[in-house]
Structure formats: C-alpha cells, structure tokens
C-alpha cells in the first residue's frame, strides 16, 4: 500500500483549496442564485462567452425541479423549438411526437451542469443568499451569503457578502431575490405572481419574461414567470433553457455595458 493517510492533511487540502477557490468568486460579472436548469444554462452561457461567472445553491444539489421529472418518473419534456438545447449538451432523447422530445432528467441535470464547470462557471452549494448590496445609481451590486444550515437553524451568525456587476435570481417560484428587494426598496419592484397550470401559456411567455427586473438584477426561469404573472408549466423544460439563455444574453449586455462605462 502507499503513504499512511494523514487526517490533518486532508482538512488542510480541503480548507486552502475552498478558501482559495472563494476568494476567487468574491468580485465577479455576473453571480446566479439557484441552480436549477435555467440558470445552469445561463451560467454555460456566460462562461462560455469569457464572462467571470459564479452560481450558488441552498440545497447540497444542483439541477432544482428538473432531478425529479414528472412526480418522480425521471423524465423531462422539450418541445421542439428548445431541442437544440439536448444536442448542445449531448443529452439523449426520443421523439415522442407532436414536437415532444422525452430526455432522462438525471442525465439532463448532469449533463448541463457538468457542461457549465467545463465552460468556466463556479459552484458552491449549501449557501444561502439573505440580502442584496445597493450601490451606485441605486444598482443590485452584490450578494449577501450565509450558509444554508445556518439559515435553516436561525442561528445568529453574521454573514459575507461578494461583489457582482449584475445578479440572476433562478430561485423558481419562489423568486427570493426578486421579493428581497420588492421587500427592501419600496416601489422598487411588483411581483405580481405566479398564475395556474397552463402550460402552453407559461412555455409562451416565459423568454419574453426574462429581463432585468430591478437594475443589476435578472429574473431567469420560474422566477421570471413569477414576477411577471406567468402560468406554471409542469415538468417541460425547453422554457426553462430559452429563459436562461435570454438570462445569459441580457447579463452580457449589462456587463458589457458597465465595462465600457456605459
């Protein structure tokens, strides 16, 4: 056998290495709340396009709704107009027909979100996300971070907090970030929440709904529907990647725009 394991050895590779690797997200362009699937295909598309990008989830997983398919069959639904998406990420499908395309949910979860640390894009999980920084002309600047244990044991322990040029909120129906600052700043925001099963609606809207709500803030996949009155749409998922590509394109805008001094 090789060299005897050292318990201390292996805590210090662990702390340096983290700690290394957070310092690294503490000033980024862009940083995405939630990592379920529209916002693990804006953060591939940010990194992909050279944007410094960092995503944080609450939960010890990554992927959101999308792991558990349709009441727990793992399967995922994509119309055609998003089926492109399955190819970029090589995930396999079959065609179900009337423009349905059926993909394993596990699959899809791994794929995209192993497609997104290979384009450059960071994860932590088990991070909370408890407030927003304001600063200039008024602008979300920023992130407010405690550990997800922490907050779910309502501890009092003070929090961190990074530095970002624009935020995505893809925290699902819930929208967090977006009713933080809806809470925090009056008029600043209107959630007018999220309406009734339609499928069809919800799929149609939800890209279109996917802006900057709140200046240096995106609301991305059933955040975006939330905020602006969008139906829910069940386990069909091809929104949820044109929402986090549309997600993408707008942060790139904005940063591009603050790097020119726009």
């Known amino acids: 056998m090789g060299m005897a394991l050292d318990e201390v050895s292996i805590t210090r590779a662990i702390v340096t290495e983290f700690t290394k690797s957070f310092l690294e997200c503490t000033d980024v362009d862009c940083a995405l709340v939630g990592a379920g699937p529209a916002n693990l295909v804006a953060a591939y598309t940010l990194a992909k396009s050279g944007a410094d990008v960092v995503v944080f989830e609450r939960k010890i997983a990554v992927g959101g709704g999308m792991w558990g398919g349709g009441m727990m069959f793992p399967r995922i639904v994509v119309q055609e107009e998003a ?28 794929r995209i979100a192993a497609s997104a640390i290979d384009a450059g894009a960071r994860f932590f999980n088990l991070v909370s996300v408890e407030d927003v920084v304001i600063r200039e002309n008024d602008r979300v600047s920023g992130l407010v971070l405690n550990w997800a244990p922490v907050a779910a044991a309502h501890l009092h322990v003070d929090p961190l907090t990074i530095r970002s040029k624009v935020v995505i909120d893809g925290t699902g129906h819930d929208a ?4 933080i600052v809806a809470e925090k700043i ?72 603050i790097g020119t001094g726009m």
């Not at 967090?176 to 009713?179: N, S, Y």
């Not at 529907?225 to 904005?254: C, K, Q, W």
């Open 186 to 257: 009056p008029d600043a925001l209107r959630i007018q929440g999220e309406q009734p099963m339609w499928a069809d609606r919800g799929e149609g809207v939800i890209r279109d709904f996917t802006k900057e709500v709140y200046p240096g803030l995106i609301a991305s996949g059933m955040a975006a529907n939330a905020v602006s009155g969008g139906h829910r749409m069940g386990p069909i998922f091809g929104g949820m990647m044109l929402s986090g590509e549309r997600a993408a394109e707008v942060a790139m805008d904005i940063i591009d725009a």
């Open 176 to 179: 967090e970030i977006c009713k």
């Open 83 to 110: 089926c492109r998406f399955l190819d970029e990420f090589k995930i396999r499908y079959t065609e179900f027909g009337d423009g349905l395309y059926v993909a394993d949910s596990i699959e899809s979860v791994c």
